[in-house]
């Protein structure tokens, strides 16, 4: 049986969770950069696009976030008119976020999607369709949107919220990352539990365990496993290797944390540092290869003919460092001959007609 690998490059679209960071700095000029490396090989980018955070900006009236918010919109429908793809992300600390002389202020007690309660569940998520399908339809998008990842990965306890997407028309979660497990207060997710070697399973429920059949379909972000030796060594060059953010882009991860959640969260990290996800922004050409190497040989044992291959990344992560590591990787692959540069609806599309 010949395998074609769908080889799927994400962003997830959005400034720092603590309301922080330009977004011309930060969101649309990586991006920027970012799709034209996609388009060099002919790759589309799946954009997954903080609705909540860019209709705040929007209602912020006369405010140069209002103006960003515009530019914003522009970016997404020219990306998506050039053939890449718009897809739902959501971090709901931006519900009733507030403009104000110190910036953003958000409510970190919303930071997990999956613990709203089903009434703002429901309205986050058709505010962001509404928006997104705007978008989608003025550059040309002749599908719906097909995708969803949740804000900082929370997507647990995932039951309400895949009940939630699937009567929203969403047909595919793409927030789990097998073996990889974060304990803070405020990015709590688990996914240990999750059938690494898969590389997509039906979800009934709970997103890391695969149901018999079912239509709604876990695409996981592809993950590797390292000698633990070699993952701490990446870490730290990582660290130590230049600037942590683009040009411009100024803010910081750790402002909306407990110096004891920080600790717990590198705990967790060094945890589970074997596990690494195919991140072009923090994972080098040799590291990202290995990753989806090991995709392949775990794909043979699934017995299917289309398999997802997903990479991430972040915008506001998105430096030179970065978009070098991404341009290496799509131009090995553009020279494999088992691999196809895709999005979920067309993996999705090729799944079904196997099926």
């Known amino acids: 049986m010949t395998i074609v690998f769908h080889f799927i490059t994400t962003v997830d679209y959005e400034v720092f ?20 490396v996609c388009q060099r090989f002919g790759a589309p980018m799946t954009i997954f696009v903080d609705t ?3 209709l705040a900006m929007g209602r912020s009236g ?18 998506t008119n050039s053939g890449h793809d718009l897809q739902l992300h959501l971090h709901p600390q931006w519900i009733g976020a507030r403009l104000t002389e ?23 998520i058709d505010d962001g369709l509404s928006w997104l399908g ?13 995708a969803f990842r949740a804000g900082g990965w929370c997507i647990q306890p995932s039951a309400t919220l895949v009940e939630t997407l699937v009567r929203a028309g969403i047909r595919i979660d793409s927030s789990v990352a097998p073996g990889i497990w974060n304990a803070t207060q405020l990015d709590w997710y688990d996914f240990r539990a999750s059938p690494a070697p898969r590389s997509h399973w039906p979800v009934n429920g709970d997103v890391t365990r695969p149901a018999d059949q079912g239509t709604f379909m876990e695409v996981p972000i592809s993950v590797g496993r390292f000698a633990w030796s070699k993952r701490i060594t990446g870490i ?13 882009c100024i803010g910081t991860y750790g402002s909306m944390h407990s110096r004891r959640e920080r600790l717990t969260s590198r705990l967790s990290k060094l945890l589970t540092a074997r596990w690494a996800m195919l991140d072009y922004c923090r994972l080098n050409e040799s590291d990202l290869m290995s990753v989806v190497d090991q995709r392949k040989v775990w794909a043979r044992s699934e017995g299917v003919r289309n398999v997802p291959i997903v990479a991430i990344g972040h915008s506001k992560d998105f430096t030179r460092r970065a978009e070098a590591a991404l341009s290496a990787l799509l131009e090995s ?3 494999c001959g088992d691999v196809r540069f895709s999005t979920y609806g067309s993996w999705l599309s090729a799944y079904e007609t196997e099926q």
Do not use: H
């Not at 700095?25 to 799709?35: H, M």
């Not at 007690?109 to 703002?120: I, N, Q």
């Not at 705007?134 to 719906?144: F, H, S, T």
């Not at 730290?236 to 411009?248: H, L, M, S, V």
């Open 134 to 146: 705007r978008l989608r339809r003025q550059g040309g998008a002749v599908a719906d949107v097909t």
């Open 17 to 36: 969770g603590c309301g922080g960071g330009s977004p011309k700095a930060c969101v649309v000029d990586p991006t920027q950069r970012a799709l034209a």
């Open 102 to 124: 110190k910036g953003w202020q958000v409510d970190l007690g919303r930071y997990r999607t999956a613990d709203l309660p089903p009434s703002e569940m429901v309205e986050i």
């Open 236 to 248: 730290i060059r990582q660290k130590t290797a230049g600037p942590a953010f683009p040009d411009g």
């Open 52 to 54: 909540a955070e860019f």
């Open 62 to 79: 006369d405010t140069p976030a209002a103006a960003a918010a515009n530019v914003v919109e522009r970016q997404l429908v020219d990306a």
């Open 333 to 335: 692959l553009a020279q």
